[in-house]
């Protein structure tokens, strides 16, 4: 009795297992705003930038992906500036390049 006890505990817990693993498996994956844009084309701002560029212009955009004396870009994991939106194309110089100071003019929302 002892035996079929433990077998069917050890039974109801895999297949408790298999059942977590099964509706892990079945999350969607986040959507890439800019999984559409054209080769060349800037990326799309995502949705979680609505009004930001607005609100904050082209310094608040740099706060997170411009570059600093301790990190390049200034908030980890976000995609940093490219090197031609500095001042003499390098991000050594830590000053945006005013050419691009519009960020939304490219940068549009996704």
């Known amino acids: 009795m002892r ?3 433990v077998a069917g505990a050890l039974a109801l817990a ?3 297992g298999t059942m977590a693993a099964a509706g892990c498996a ?3 994956p986040k959507n890439d705003a800019s999984a559409n844009v054209p080769a060349g084309a800037p990326p799309l701002m995502p949705a979680s930038h609505d009004g930001r560029f607005e609100s904050l212009g082209a310094p608040g955009c740099y ?3 411009g570059a600093s004396e301790r ?3 200034m908030l980890n ?3 940093a500036l490219p090197e031609d939106h500095y ?3 390098s991000s050594q110089t830590l000053e945006l390049d005013p050419t691009h100071d519009q960020c939304n003019t490219c940068h549009v929302q996704g």
Request: charged letters at 15%.
């Open 26 to 28: 079945g999350t969607e």
């Open 71 to 73: 990190s390049n870009p």
């Open 63 to 65: 706060g997170c992906h």
């Open 3 to 5: 035996k079929q006890l």
């Open 14 to 16: 895999m297949l408790t």
């Open 77 to 79: 994991g976000s995609v």
């Open 87 to 89: 001042v003499d194309g």
